[in-house]
């Protein structure tokens, strides 16, 4: 009997250009364009909710029931109103999903800078921007980069199930293996999605400890 590694080298060998569209397609559509879209909308929102109080309660209560939905009924929803079948409604779920992580510790990173700290850069002469963009922001980074880094890691695990919805990505093979039980497509499937995450999260990390200043790191 062939071992199960065997098979899965073999089955690699044999589609490389299946395995590695696979990998593109969920590093590509289904981590890299929700989570940059999330990063868009969010960022700004978790500023803007450090200044309003109103806003504040819609926008994070609102992310927080998006991230209760369970993620299979969050793609049939989708689905239902109108988003089809394949990447739209895998990227609309993921980037919800991608949401509240990131703007919850862009929240709390603004947040948590010292008032003193504030105080001082106003009686500099600082503008509101200004402050924001040379005092708060730069204090709050490593709070926002570990938001980052958790919606990444989520939508590497939850874009496997994209492949339910019609999408690609790595999910195709574990779906495949689950339906035909072959243990070694389920392996090629979930193993490089576990490898990619600890390698996304790796290098956000080198990317957060090149980007904050000497100074600011702990």
């Known amino acids: 009997m062939t071992p199960v590694y065997i098979k899965v080298i073999n089955f690699i060998q044999n589609n490389p250009q299946e395995f590695l569209g696979a990998v593109r397609d969920h590093l590509v559509l289904l981590v890299t364009v929700p989570v940059g879209l999330a990063i868009l909308v969010a960022v700004p929102l978790g500023i803007l909710a450090t200044r309003y109080r109103w806003l504040e309660r819609i926008v994070m209560n609102t992310a927080n029931v998006m991230q209760t939905i369970p993620s299979l009924a969050l793609l049939a929803l989708l689905i239902v109103l109108g988003f089809g079948i394949g990447y739209p409604p895998a990227i609309a779920a993921l980037f919800l999903y991608s949401l509240l992580p990131i703007l919850r510790n ?34 709050a980074f490593s709070v926002i980069m570990a938001g980052i880094r958790t919606a990444t890691v989520i939508c590497i695990g939850t874009g496997t199930l994209a492949a339910l919805a019609g999408a690609g990505g790595l999910g195709i093979f574990i779906v495949r293996g689950l339906q035909m039980l072959w243990n070694h497509l389920i392996i090629v499937g979930a193993v490089p999605a576990a490898i990619m995450a600890l390698l996304a999260d790796f290098v956000l990390g080198k990317i957060e400890h090149l980007v904050i200043p000497r100074g600011l790191r702990e």
């Open 106 to 139: 862009t929240y709390t990173g603004l947040k948590n800078v010292d008032p003193f700290i504030k105080e001082a850069a106003t009686g500099m002469g600082m503008t509101s921007m200004q402050r924001l963009r040379m005092v708060e922001l730069p204090l």
